[in-house]
């Protein structure tokens, strides 16, 4: 059973639009939320993280917003970029339990 | 640069023979994790370590073992490699004890069983 479903598949944006991803999630007791983005033949690398007790963090052109009621949280990436282009990844974990579990990607290109 | 080294980074391999990938670390760290990375299905732990000797299953760990002798080395082994353990796997350690979202992951073991 999926616990982080994340849409859409894959995302085409052209240079200066907004991205948009967002991730879904069932288990109440999740507590931390980072996304991940992955550039061909690379690791995933940690973007940007978010905890419920905010709904919202920005850092540069990246901003995670959350909805806590909704069990919903999205990836918005401002004035979108040619070097954005990559595959990413939300995720979510419970402190203290060593297992982070992760949606299953959207690759995002962006367009000249 | 996490100070994370996988090995090999490219293996082709017959079905029914053994395969072990090496993650190698340079900074110390405790937790340890193997990932395994395949289209339509993101990232998926297959097991982690929290120290050595110490290890455990992650969600899709049939078919795997691993081990963990030192500090900075983890081990994963296929005893008898299938196509479905065709993937990219990943290595990745954890900064912070206790919380697993802040992951450093190494560049990937790209692994097919013919």
Redesign the interface.
């Known amino acids: 059973q999926q616990q982080v479903k994340q849409s859409p598949q894959s995302l085409i944006v052209q240079k200066g639009g907004i991205s948009i991803i967002n991730c879904a999630y069932e288990n109440t007791a999740f507590d931390y939320f980072p996304w991940y983005q992955q550039f061909p033949g690379k690791g995933p690398a940690l973007l940007i993280a978010i905890r419920p007790d905010v709904s919202e963090k920005k850092e540069g052109r990246f901003t995670i917003s959350f909805n806590k009621s909704a069990k919903q949280f999205s990836l918005h990436i401002m004035d979108s970029q040619p070097g954005d282009s990559a595959t990413y990844f939300c995720a979510a974990s419970i402190s203290g339990s060593e297992k982070l579990v992760f949606g299953k990607g959207t690759k995002l290109t962006v367009n000249p | 640069d996490a100070g994370i080294t996988q090995s090999p980074r490219h293996k082709v391999t017959e079905t029914g023979t053994p395969v072990t990938l090496r993650c190698h670390q340079t900074e110390n760290h405790r ?1 340890m ?1 193997w990932y395994r990375q395949d289209p ?6 297959i097991h ?1 370590s ?1 120290g050595v000797k110490d290890t ?1 299953k ?2 899709v760990s049939d078919g795997y073992s691993v081990s963990r002798s030192k500090t900075e080395d983890f081990l994963l082994t296929l005893e008898s490699a299938t196509s479905s353990q065709t993937s990219v796997y ?1 290595c ?1 350690i ?1 900064y912070r004890v ?11 073991s790209r692994l097919t069983v013919l």
């Open positions: 937790y994790y339509g299905h993101g990232l998926r732990l982690y929290y455990d992650g969600e990943f990745a954890s206790g919380n697993t979202g802040e992951l450093f992951f190494g560049e990937g």
